[in-house]
């Protein structure tokens, strides 16, 4: 077993070296699954962009397992709460037969709007991880998460989940 104490400098590491070698494993496989959910989130946007809805795809993991995909269908219901993230919430309150969803995490490619970033406070949910920053609202979300002590993170597959969305606009001013 390895026991470096670097005495020197100003980071005096207080754990034996292996325990930071094996935090930062952990937290690298984490980014690498968040990467992956995001991905998924990522597949739904673009089956909205498909279907000429504004690209946000969303995804809800619980204990590992992805237990609702939705995307945006807005225009198909004509009805303006049709978001992704109210629709995967719904699907996966459905599928646990509950309506709290404590220990589901959400994943969505475009940072929630005001109305979707309430259904996430009443669902209970407290970890949410972003593609890209809604910057309308972020400020906004920010103060919200944390009054519901929810954590927020920004920028998973950022160029990914940004370009969707420039794209989808840039299409719809060239028509
Ligand atoms: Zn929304």
């Known amino acids: 077993m390895l026991f470096i104490q670097v005495r020197t400098g100003r980071w005096q590491p207080k754990q034996p070296l292996f325990v930071y070698v094996i935090l930062f494993l952990l937290v690298g496989d984490n980014l690498e699954n968040i990467k992956k959910y995001m991905n998924l989130a990522l597949e739904q946007a673009k089956k909205a962009d498909i279907n000429e809805e504004i690209p946000v795809g969303v ?5 590992g397992k992805v237990i609702s995909k939705a995307y945006n269908k ?44 309430g259904a996430i406070v009443e669902s209970r949910i407290k970890t949410v991880f972003c593609g890209t920053k809604n910057i309308k ?9 944390n009054t519901n002590k929810i954590s927020l993170k920004m920028g998973f597959l950022e160029k990914e989940c940004n370009e969707i969305i420039i794209n989808f606009f840039d299409k719809k001013r060239k028509k």
Not at 59 to 63: G, P
């Open 59 to 63: 995804i809800i993991v619980k204990d």
């Open 74 to 117: 807005k225009e198909k219901y004509n009805d303006a709460t049709k978001h992704a993230e109210i629709i995967a919430i719904q699907k996966a309150a459905k599928k646990l037969g509950d309506w709290r969803l404590n220990d589901c995490v959400l994943f969505v490619s475009l940072e929630p709007c005001l109305m979707c970033m």
């Open 137 to 145: 609202c972020h400020d906004i979300n920010k103060k919200i998460a």
